[in-house]
């Protein structure tokens, strides 16, 4: 399976971007599966930004709770973080991952940049 993330740009304060990650292989996978959007910002951890289950439930961190939304496509086995009002404090690589079970698949990361 490969995770391809793509919509990471350079961005004004208080602007928008969404990011998406298509999943290849089989549907039925994707559509058990928890999808997870991770972000590392330079000098710091890599940490879960938001998450969606396979029943549709979400999380996210407190730090962009009000601002981004995941979503998910299972026709297009596509997950989506709209992120708005972005701050400088966003900018970071942006992952998507995949859980399944006991395993954890991740992708190439997108760069986004929130200029001030």
């Known amino acids: 399976v490969q995770l391809q993330a793509s919509g990471g740009g350079l961005v004004q304060t208080g602007g928008s971007l969404r990011l998406s990650c298509v999943v290849s292989g089989n549907s039925f996978r994707f559509s058990i599966s928890t999808m997870n959007w991770y972000r590392e910002a330079p000098g710091k951890q890599r940490e879960l930004v938001a998450a969606i289950t396979s029943g549709g439930s979400t999380e996210y961190a407190n730090s962009v709770k009000g601002r981004f939304a995941i979503s998910r496509d299972g026709a297009k086995n596509t997950v989506y973080l709209q992120m708005n009002s972005l701050k400088p404090e966003d900018t970071a690589v942006y992952y998507c991952?995949?859980?399944?079970?006991?395993?954890?698949?991740w992708g190439q990361g997108t760069l986004v940049t929130v200029s001030s």
């Open positions: 991952n995949r859980r399944l079970g006991s395993s954890s698949t």
